[in-house]
């Protein structure tokens, strides 16, 4: 009988449950400038593209990507709105993710703080940082376009997986239970 819930109790510890899904986020709010607590993002040579980069290791809760946190989705939220002093409406905001592609992810139009989602890549992550380059549309169209970047928001998804050491530690403490049941039971 001793031998049954021994082989229980080996097979229990050994069982690691199945990781589970636990949600992140970071918002930055974007640096402010002589205008406000906001970026001016304009089709001017001297307003370069603007950037922020998430870190995921200030993140809500920390996920540590370095050790055995893995990312399982993650979405990029900008919040922007027209600066109203544009004739233009429509206004295009352009993003680059980790220097890749400038991808469009919406147009601009209203004078209320509007989010505009981005799905990233999880891979984009893998080192625990994601540099957001934000910029408008003038390089397309010509037609002069300048927008406020409030805020930047990073969430989504990650798994803390079990470290292998628990599970050994848990296995080692059972075997000395179980072999101090042997030699009290002979």
Known sequence: MRRK??????????????????????????????????????????????????????????????????????????????????????????????DHDWMVVGQVSSASPVDYPVNVPVAYLDDGLLQVEVRTGYLESGVHEDFEWLRSTLSGQFEAVPLPGAALLGLLGLSVAGAKLRRRSS
């Open 5 to 98: 819930l021994f082989l229980v109790s080996i097979l229990a510890a050994c069982t690691v449950p199945a990781a589970q899904a636990d949600p992140f986020t970071q918002t930055i709010d974007v640096p402010g400038s002589q205008q406000g607590v906001w970026w001016y993002v304009g089709a001017y040579s001297s307003i370069p593209p603007r950037t922020v980069t998430h870190d995921l290791s200030l993140a809500t809760p920390l996920v540590d990507v370095s050790g055995s946190d893995v990312i399982t989705s993650a979405t990029l939220t900008l919040s922007i709105r027209d600066d109203g002093t544009s004739p233009y409406s429509g206004q295009s905001v352009y993003v680059s993710l980790d």
